[in-house]
């Protein structure tokens, strides 16, 4: 498996820093790995370099604001998670998808991103959707402790301190992370209503009801932030597609805790992330059922293992 880094060249918008982790052996589909909000892509590595041995050419990606994709004053950035998802994720999606020669291309969302995916303007290039801790983020439906502080969030901390600092300055508060202003209060406003962006995101609701692809949601009981109620919202609203739908608890995989972050931590790599290795694999061998040929058309040379 290799890593490679690149800057991708992002309509209307500066350069999309974005790593590709190619696989030593054929190529079954790809993958792009859509981050959490304020969390940067190298937070994924480890997750990309597993699936990359399982044959999958796979993606990260920084949103504009946050991690490798700016530099400088963070006050300057003007994105929002609107942009996030029509111009960074979407360049990421379609150059993704300009590589892999007919392949399918998946999405593995991690809160944010999975929540975001539906409104993606090429998701009919999409073959399928992994949710992982992907849930309202509206205050019913926060943990109680989270519950508890998100006023305080969002109607003190956040008008003082974004028109102070130009942004959301989470790192010196120790909340979340920094946030560029506009992406801040868009999210805001979705986590202010009832039933989060499926209310708060004009067409949301419906871009849920239109999708065909499949999803597989992977609720984490332990969720220190979300509850599952919220995770239940997100992923009824999806009334048109089949939905692979499972609440994990540490006990049932021999673990302590996962909570909202830990899915991704390598020290899962045995217990958890064959779940997603697993399902992309009954995915291809889906496609190429629907097809009538082999999928991948390499597979013949593809290592026994790695085939579904």
Same mark, same amino acid.
């Given at each position: 498996?290799?890593?490679?880094?690149? #800057?991708?060249?992002?309509?209307? @918008?500066?350069?999309? +820093?974005?790593?590709?982790?190619?696989?030593?052996?054929?190529?079954?589909?790809?993958?792009?790995?859509?981050?959490?909000?304020?969390?940067?892509?190298?937070?994924?590595?480890?997750?990309?370099?597993? &699936?990359?041995?399982? /044959?999958?050419?796979?993606? +990260?990606?920084?949103?504009?604001?946050?991690?490798?994709?700016?530099?400088?004053?963070?006050?300057?950035?003007?994105?929002?998670?609107?942009?996030?998802?029509?111009?960074?994720?979407?360049?990421?999606?379609? !150059?993704?998808? *300009?590589?892999?020669?007919?392949?399918?291309?998946?999405?593995?969302? !991690?809160?944010? /991103?999975?929540? *975001? +995916?539906?409104?993606? =303007?090429?998701?009919?290039?999409?073959?399928?959707?992994?949710?992982?801790?992907?849930?309202?983020?509206?205050?019913?439906? #926060?943990?109680? %402790?989270?519950? %508890? #502080?998100?006023?305080?969030?969002?109607?003190?901390?956040?008008?003082?301190?974004?028109?102070?600092?130009?942004?959301?300055?989470?790192?010196?508060? @120790?909340?979340?992370?920094?946030? =560029? %202003?506009?992406?801040?209060?868009?999210?805001?406003?979705?986590?202010? +209503?009832?039933?989060?962006? &499926?209310? @708060?995101?004009?067409?949301?609701?419906?871009?849920?009801? %239109? *999708?065909?692809?499949?999803?597989?949601?992977?609720?984490?009981?332990?969720?220190?932030?979300?509850?599952?109620?919220?995770?239940?919202?997100?992923?009824?609203?999806?009334? *048109?597609?089949?939905?692979?739908?499972?609440?994990?608890? =540490?006990?049932?995989?021999?673990?302590?805790?996962? @909570?909202?972050?830990?899915?991704?931590?390598?020290?899962?790599?045995?217990?958890?992330?064959? &779940?997603?290795?697993?399902?992309?694999?009954?995915?291809?061998?889906?496609?190429?059922?629907?097809?009538?040929?082999?999928?991948?058309? #390499?597979?013949?040379?593809?290592?026994?293992?790695?085939?579904?």
């Amino acid at each position: 498996m290799t890593s490679t880094r690149l #800057n991708l060249k992002v309509h209307n @918008g500066p350069e999309l +820093t974005v790593y590709c982790h190619e696989p030593d052996q054929p190529v079954r589909a790809g993958l792009v790995i859509a981050p959490a909000m304020a969390v940067a892509q190298s937070f994924y590595a480890d997750h990309a370099a597993y &699936l990359a041995r399982q /044959g999958y050419r796979v993606w +990260t990606f920084d949103y504009h604001g946050i991690g490798e994709s700016w530099q400088g004053s963070m006050r300057g950035c003007k994105a929002d998670i609107s942009d996030w998802i029509t111009r960074d994720f979407e360049a990421v999606v379609q !150059h993704a998808k *300009a590589t892999l020669d007919g392949l399918p291309l998946f999405v593995l969302g !991690h809160s944010l /991103g999975g929540q *975001a +995916t539906p409104l993606l =303007p090429s998701i009919q290039s999409v073959s399928g959707l992994i949710n992982i801790a992907v849930g309202s983020g509206a205050m019913r439906h #926060n943990q109680p %402790r989270i519950r %508890r #502080n998100a006023p305080f969030l969002w109607y003190v901390l956040a008008p003082i301190f974004c028109p102070l600092f130009g942004y959301f300055p989470g790192e010196r508060l @120790g909340v979340l992370g920094d946030i =560029p %202003r506009r992406a801040f209060f868009q999210w805001r406003r979705w986590c202010l +209503t009832p039933e989060y962006l &499926l209310s @708060g995101e004009p067409g949301a609701r419906e871009a849920y009801g %239109r *999708a065909r692809y499949p999803v597989l949601g992977l609720t984490i009981a332990d969720d220190e932030l979300l509850l599952e109620s919220g995770s239940q919202l997100l992923h009824e609203a999806y009334s *048109a597609t089949q939905v692979d739908y499972r609440v994990l608890t =540490p006990q049932e995989f021999g673990l302590s805790r996962i @909570g909202h972050f830990g899915f991704f931590k390598s020290t899962h790599e045995e217990s958890l992330w064959p &779940l997603v290795s697993s399902w992309l694999h009954e995915q291809c061998a889906a496609i190429a059922t629907q097809v009538g040929s082999t999928w991948p058309p #390499n597979a013949q040379a593809m290592p026994d293992k790695l085939r579904a």
